[in-house]
């Protein structure tokens, strides 16, 4: 069965890679056209085209997917299988085109958080478990009939970026899972059930990112932890932004207004919350490096 992949993050070189250890047929790769980045503009080549280059695989990059010479060379591979991990909307001229089909790894136990940010949002909302789930394909983004499911359960202290990293893994093994049990026609396909208690996971903007102090403890530790390290909650603090990448949640009564902060000037700061004190542990001022708290805390004066 001859394979095209399509993924652009380093989530989903993961999945790449191990289709290649399975010994599976990948034809071809589609991936994200190089972007200038940086102050001289070099042009940046995405994670899996790095990968894909180094092991000797086709690479395609489109600008546009419906652009009619991408079309022609995605047919003239004669894939049986489109495999799309952490990539673009498809339109339907290419996603209908292999005869098995085009199948999705996504990161969330669907149809619970579709949409762009999955993992992010499972923290946010304080979810003890998700997953990443197989599917089809189909015109409405992540609601195609269900292949294959696998848990993963969230720890207090879980980070979007932790998390990102146990699925990554527990991804690929289930897509490898996925491909093989479709080149033995051996799967069942379960639509996904609809319901008015979805949760969505959007993409994430940067007004989004910014902590409101008023909301209570556990809720502003889930946003800390769920941006983190990125996009990564940020506050305001001597006029500038101040992104926080790891806190501890303090349950104490403040005793003063909300998004004030206490400091003993050399070991700890700590942000007031409805109910308690957000100690923050790993911050970055705007325009300076990320450090430790007692390492800024000796190097500037709040």
């Given at each position: 069965?001859?394979?095209?992949?399509?993924?652009?993050?380093?989530?989903?070189?993961?999945?790449?890679?191990?289709?290649?250890?399975?010994?599976?047929?990948?034809?071809?790769v589609?991936?994200?056209?190089?972007?200038?980045?940086?102050?001289?503009?070099?042009?940046?080549?995405?994670?899996?085209?790095?990968?894909?280059?180094?092991?000797?695989?086709?690479?395609?990059?489109?600008?546009?997917?419906?652009d009619p010479?991408?079309?022609?060379?995605?047919?003239?591979?004669?894939?049986?299988?489109f495999?799309?991990?952490?990539?673009?909307?498809?339109?339907?001229?290419?996603?209908q085109?292999?005869?098995?089909?085009?199948?999705?790894?996504?990161?969330?136990?669907?149809?619970?958080?579709?949409?762009?940010a999955p993992?992010?949002h499972?923290?946010?909302?304080?979810?003890?478990?998700?997953?990443?789930?197989?599917?089809?394909?189909?015109?409405?983004?992540?609601?195609?009939?269900?292949?294959?499911?696998?848990?993963?359960?969230?720890?207090?202290?879980?980070?979007?970026?932790?998390?990102?990293?146990?699925?990554?893994?527990?991804?690929?093994?289930?897509?490898?899972?996925?491909?093989?049990?479709?080149?033995?026609?051996?799967?069942?396909?379960?639509?996904?059930?609809?319901?008015?208690?979805l949760?969505?996971?959007?993409?994430?903007?940067?007004?989004?990112?910014?902590?409101?102090?008023?909301?209570?403890?556990?809720?502003?530790?889930?946003?800390?932890?769920?941006?983190?390290?990125?996009?990564?909650?940020?506050?305001?603090?001597?006029?500038?932004?101040?992104?926080?990448f790891?806190?501890?949640?303090?349950?104490?009564?403040?005793?003063?207004?909300?998004?004030?902060?206490?400091?003993?000037?050399?070991?700890?700061?700590?942000?007031?919350?409805?109910?308690?004190?957000?100690?923050?542990?790993?911050?970055?001022?705007?325009?300076?490096?990320?450090?430790?708290?007692?390492e800024?805390?000796?190097g500037?004066?709040?």
């Amino acid at each position: 069965m001859k394979i095209v992949f399509m993924g652009t993050p380093d989530f989903a070189v993961a999945s790449l890679s191990a289709l290649q250890q399975a010994d599976l047929t990948i034809v071809g790769v589609v991936t994200a056209a190089d972007k200038p980045a940086g102050r001289g503009q070099k042009l940046n080549e995405s994670a899996v085209k790095k990968y894909a280059v180094e092991n000797g695989l086709r690479v395609l990059q489109p600008l546009k997917l419906k652009d009619p010479a991408f079309i022609e060379e995605l047919k003239s591979l004669e894939a049986d299988l489109f495999v799309v991990v952490a990539f673009r909307m498809l339109p339907e001229i290419v996603w209908q085109m292999p005869s098995k089909g085009t199948i999705n790894l996504h990161g969330s136990l669907l149809p619970q958080y579709r949409g762009a940010a999955p993992i992010n949002h499972v923290i946010i909302n304080g979810e003890e478990e998700t997953g990443v789930t197989t599917f089809f394909l189909k015109q409405e983004i992540d609601t195609g009939d269900i292949i294959f499911t696998d848990s993963v359960a969230i720890t207090d202290t879980e980070t979007a970026g932790t998390l990102h990293d146990k699925l990554m893994v527990v991804g690929a093994n289930l897509l490898v899972k996925t491909v093989k049990a479709i080149e033995a026609d051996d799967y069942n396909e379960v639509p996904q059930p609809e319901s008015d208690e979805l949760k969505s996971a959007p993409k994430i903007f940067k007004d989004y990112c910014k902590i409101d102090w008023n909301q209570n403890n556990q809720t502003v530790y889930n946003h800390i932890r769920g941006l983190s390290p990125y996009p990564t909650a940020f506050t305001t603090l001597n006029d500038k932004n101040f992104k926080i990448f790891n806190a501890e949640p303090e349950d104490k009564e403040p005793g003063i207004s909300t998004g004030a902060f206490l400091t003993d000037g050399k070991t700890y700061l700590k942000f007031a919350t409805k109910d308690g004190f957000i100690k923050v542990t790993d911050v970055q001022f705007e325009g300076k490096k990320r450090m430790l708290i007692d390492e800024l805390l000796r190097g500037m004066r709040l």
